[in-house]
T-cell receptor, first 115, second 110 residues
Framework: GAVVSQHPSWVICKSGTSVKIECRSL??????MFWYRQFPKQSLMLMATSNEGSKATYEQGVEKDKFLINHASLTLSTLTVTSAHPEDSSFYIC???????????FGPGTRLLVL | DAKTTQPTSMDCAEGRAANLPCNHS???????VYWYRQIHSQGPQYIIHGLKNNETNEMASLIITEDRKSSTLILPHATLRDTAVYYC???????????FGKGITLSVRP
């Protein structure tokens, strides 16, 4: 099957620091990767879509300068939460798909706690 | 993408079939019905998807009505590990967005 990994699985950081989360497609090349955020007892909300080699497309209300996304290769996308604050504490989940009209497969998620 | 509606929750006995309904009355002709599930504190897991015909894989069966306005996900022999939130999503496949609603919480009881 299609396997997507994320690293780290959880991270605790101090307010004002930056945190990088990696998303890797392990057994396929992903032309598109997606980043979601999920707050407790809520559903997943799409933050941004990244296509390999091009700039990410952010959803309305998501600050692109705060959530930096890089999709430098067909197997790796990174999300950097810059100057993190406690309200950024959340469960961040990535997904990946090979190409348009193919299924999205999700990573296990990264739990971020900002103190 | 078409909006989908699901009951908030349901339960079933272990070993019995779990039938999870989904309404998508405004679905367009090129939108697929996708099912994902999310077990607590994990990323969503793909289950199955279909366009018109019924589909079956090793995890579940998907029954889509002829008018495509509703569908049912069937877990033939539910186990305790199937306890999760199940999401029904209508999406063209070409669109980037998988719009997750609240889903249905399935509780499998011993």
């Amino acid at each position: 099957g299609a396997v997507v990994s994320q690293h780290p699985s959880w991270v605790i950081c101090k307010s004002g620091t930056s945190v990088k989360i990696e998303c890797r497609s392990l057994d396929f090349q992903a032309t598109t990767m997606f980043w979601y955020r999920q707050f407790p007892k809520q559903s997943l909300m799409l933050m941004a879509t990244s296509n390999e080699g091009s700039k990410a497309t952010y959803e309305q209300g998501v600050e692109k300068d705060k959530f930096l996304i890089n999709h430098a290769s067909l197997t790796l996308s990174t999300l950097t939460v810059t100057s993190a604050h406690p309200e950024d504490s959340s469960f961040y989940i990535c997904s990946a798909r090979r190409r348009v009209k193919e299924t999205q497969y999700f990573g296990p998620g990264t739990r971020l706690l900002v103190l | 993408d078409a909006k989908t509606t699901q009951p908030t929750s349901m339960d079933c006995a272990e070993g019995r079939a779990a039938n999870l309904p989904c309404n998508h009355s405004t679905i367009s002709g090129n939108e697929y019905v996708y099912w994902y599930r999310q077990i607590h504190s994990q990323g969503p897991q793909y289950i199955i998807h279909g366009l018109k015909n019924n589909e079956t894989n090793e995890m579940a069966s998907l029954i889509i009505t002829e008018d495509r306005k509703s569908s049912t996900l069937i877990l033939p022999h539910a186990t305790l590990r199937d306890t999760a939130v199940y999401y029904c999503i209508a999406e063209t496949g070409a669109n980037s967005k998988l719009t997750f609603g609240k889903g249905i919480t399935l509780s499998v009881r011993p």
